[in-house]
């Protein structure tokens, strides 16, 4: 079975650092996709960034990018120039397989960031 | 705009009444899941849909029924629901087996007393 750890419960940034949050993951699947999701206090999912295991180059989103090392099977998310809208939940989820073709997506517990002025 | 919209968005109700949460996409997407997020136990799948009529159980069933007559709606039943049910609920949609986008609706938080 598939597993993601998000090992971070809470980080701290100050306004316009750059930060990241860590994510590993394991799979015996040499297809595979890595997604990361910011959850704000109102509750809503929003979609970040993906990152698929073919792809040679690392996901990059405006001022999120996905430090993807495959071999050590991390797909950490780095928020460059951190700002005060940027404090929420953040999880890593990675797509499993399921049946009739579908799949599933696997959440990590998340990390809490908050930033501060 | 491009978005996947639940209804209601809060509810409160009483063991045993029967409810219906709905769900709709307009991207045309094959795929549309429904998940259950509770603290400690993060994001679980409850059924999932490939396509028209095809649905498939996910991680967490139990209590649930989920149909899929339409492409655009993936309605999340609760024949009796207990307290247990309590949770925050997101449908969420994507564009098929292989995706690089997963888009999850709003969000419903049910509360059975």
């Known amino acids: 079975a598939q597993k993601i750890t998000q090992t971070q419960p809470g980080m701290f940034v100050q306004e316009k650092e750059a930060v990241t949050l860590d994510c590993t993951y394991d799979t015996s699947d040499p297809s595979y996709g890595l997604f990361w999701y910011k959850q704000p206090s109102s509750g809503e999912m929003i979609f970040l960034i993906y990152?698929?295991?073919?792809?040679?180059q690392n996901a990059t989103e405006g001022r999120y990018s996905l430090n993807f090392q495959k071999a050590r099977k991390s797909a950490n998310l780095v928020i460059s120039a951190s700002q005060l809208g940027d404090s929420a939940m953040y999880f890593c989820?990675?797509?499993?397989?399921?049946?009739?073709?579908?799949?599933?997506?696997?959440f990590g517990k998340g990390t809490s960031l908050l930033v501060t002025p | 705009e491009a978005q996947v919209t639940q209804n209601p968005r809060y509810l409160i109700t009483v063991t045993g009444k029967k409810l219906t949460v709905t769900c709709s996409q307009n991207?045309?997407?094959?795929?549309m899941s429904w998940y259950r997020q509770d603290p400690g136990l993060g994001l679980r799948q409850i059924y999932y849909?490939?396509?028209?009529?095809?649905?498939d159980k996910g991680d967490v069933p139990e209590g649930y029924k989920v149909s899929r007559k339409e492409k655009r709606n993936f309605p999340l039943i609760l024949e009796s629901p207990s307290p247990n049910q309590t949770s925050l609920y997101f449908c969420a949609s994507g564009p098929g087996q292989v995706s690089n986008e997963q888009f999850f609706g709003p969000g419903t938080r049910l509360t059975v007393l």
């Open positions: 991207m045309n997407h094959e795929y």
């Open positions: 990152q698929g295991s073919y792809d040679q």
């Open positions: 849909s490939m396509n028209v009529e095809v649905t």
């Open positions: 989820a990675m797509r499993e397989p399921r049946s009739n073709s579908g799949y599933a997506l696997n």
